[in-house]
């Protein structure tokens, strides 16, 4: 490590996390969903597959990393924090240069396990690489410059789309890891490797996969296979019961994967109930991303700008709300958060099928607030529900269970909005004689802006296109609504557990 001022080392570490963590989030968030439709276009998608490309990320982070941050503490935390940026950035490329399904796939879920290494190393990194006394200052730093490209996330998404091309979305993944790393080598030294062997909890992370990969899986496919389809109801008990299993074990293991003894404390059980609920209600944000562009005939760009009400509040509102829950305790700040969550997230399933972004706005504004009022709050109730021994594990059940919800919500979402559209779709295709022969695919291919199909004339097409925007317009209000159901559960979960006054 060379000899840099203290100023300027600290300088570094930030510039090295706020990238770091800039570029997970970005690839998790809205900004890719707003190159959808022109991702869909370009690689001939079908729907379920291009919902594949976000949850491939979401589930294969969610089921490792747990398992990254045991890997960290034992092989060294820089070592696996620069492997994890490496096999980011190559897993970055193969998205980027993508020509197929399972090109993209493959490469969103190498991106997830670069990911399952490099973001709790470098949580752990920080942690050890600031003096004790400014962690909190630094750490709120680095996660209110991270927050603010993601806030800008669609907008940035719409800018490369629109101006670039969406490959770039990925490419410039290689840049953000290039800092990284290079900042790590020269600001960081290198910690020592642990002298005994890892304690992996493999059986415990086998159990995992099995079930939440089963449990997520089965929602994805069911709106293609039918839910009624054996292999589909197999998949859903599987991933039920294994899920209980993985429980089981945990509980029973010395060193577990995930530490469930401490959801026996009320406010740390509330609170990894409420944040991954909430978790799951953004993943309504790809979705408002795609269905601005189909339905309001949006440019990537505009639809970034149009979705900013929803992002862009919390950076000045975390803060504030911070500081009122410091003062208030939890309690004030997440009950109307809160409400305003359950009012928006309705709001939105309500307005939609109006099809005027004025009432839409209402909806994303609310959510803009409401969010950052929830989730730092939840964050502190979760830590401080603990003791101080225990609050690396508690950050790391948050951490991981956020990651779960965005997975499990986001194939929620995705299936109930899915099985709407096609069933609805299927059904006027069938009826009407002249749109025999013309399957689904086509039509969502239509819709994301390829405006052609060989078998129709122009007024067929403009028939068939209206029809299926005003289908999927209904199927888009019924999944918000179903997004409002994890709203009401914060909202309960808030009432009931979070105490009325600061403890």
């Known amino acids: 490590m060379f000899a840099i001022p203290a100023r300027f080392h600290k300088m570094l570490i930030i510039i090295a996390m706020t990238a770091c963590f800039s570029m997970i989030f970005l690839n998790e968030s809205g900004a890719i969903g707003v190159a959808f439709p022109d991702m869909q276009k370009s ?56 020509q197929n399904t399972w090109m993209i796939l493959s490469g969103r879920i190498l991106q997830a396990i670069g990911t399952s290494l490099a973001y709790p190393s470098g949580n752990a990194l920080l942690s050890v690489s600031v003096p004790e006394n400014e962690f909190n200052k630094i750490f709120g730093t680095v996660i209110g410059l991270a927050y603010l490209l993601v806030a800008f996330g669609p907008f940035i998404g719409g800018l490369f789309t629109e101006f670039l091309n969406w490959r770039w979305l990925f490419w410039i993944n290689i840049f953000f890891s290039a800092i990284c790393i290079v900042v790590t080598l020269i600001a960081i030294p290198k910690d020592a490797a642990a002298t005994s062997p890892p304690h992996l909890d493999i059986r415990g992370l086998i159990i995992l996969m099995i079930g939440l990969g089963a449990l997520v899986f089965g929602l994805m496919q069911a709106p293609v296979s039918g839910w009624d389809s054996g292999w589909i109801i197999g998949l859903f008990i599987l991933g039920v019961l294994g899920l209980l299993l993985f429980i089981i074990v945990e509980l029973k293991t010395p060193d577990p994967l995930l530490e469930v003894r401490l959801f026996r404390n009320k406010g740390f059980m509330a609170g990894n109930i409420i944040f991954p609920c909430v978790a799951a209600c953004f993943t309504s944000l790809v979705f408002w991303a795609i269905w601005l562009q189909q339905t309001f005939h949006f440019s990537p760009v505009i639809a970034g700008v149009a979705m900013i009400p929803a992002t862009m509040i919390s950076i000045f509102m975390l803060r504030i709300s911070g500081a009122w829950g410091d003062k208030a305790g939890p309690r004030p700040p997440m009950l109307l958060g809160a409400w305003l969550l359950v009012i928006g997230m309705y709001w939105i399933a309500f307005s939609a099928d109006a099809q005027s972004y004025l009432l839409l706005f209402w909806g994303f504004l609310l959510f803009g607030f409401a969010t950052p009022l929830i989730i730092p709050n939840a964050i502190g109730s979760i ?66 802006g390829k405006n052609t199909i060989p078998q129709l004339d122009s007024a067929q097409l403009q028939v068939l296109k209206q029809t299926a925007i005003k289908i999927y317009t209904h199927a888009f209000s019924f999944g918000m609504a179903a997004m409002g159901v994890f709203a009401l559960i914060v909202l309960i979960m808030t009432i009931i557990f979070i105490p009325k006054r600061p403890q």
């Not at 379920?48 to 503490?73: E, R």
């Not at 830590?383 to 990651?403: D, F, I, K, N, Y």
């Open 43 to 98: 690689l001939n998608l079908s729907n379920n597959a291009l919902q594949w490309v976000m949850n491939a990320f979401l589930l294969t982070a969610a089921m490792l990393l747990l398992l990254g941050g045991k890997l960290a503490d034992h092989y060294g935390r820089r070592k696996i924090f620069i492997i994890g940026l490496i096999i980011f950035a190559v897993a970055s490329v193969i998205c980027g240069a993508a």
């Open 383 to 448: 830590v401080s529900s603990v003791e101080p021994s225990q609050r690396g594990v508690a950050s790391g059940v948050w951490l991981t269970l956020q990651h779960v919800a965005f997975s499990v919500g986001f194939a929620i979402l995705s299936a109930v909005i899915t099985t709407f559209d096609d069933k609805h779709l299927s059904r006027f295709l069938a009826s009407n004689p002249d749109y025999q022969g013309i399957d689904l695919h086509q039509v969502h291919v239509l819709l994301a």
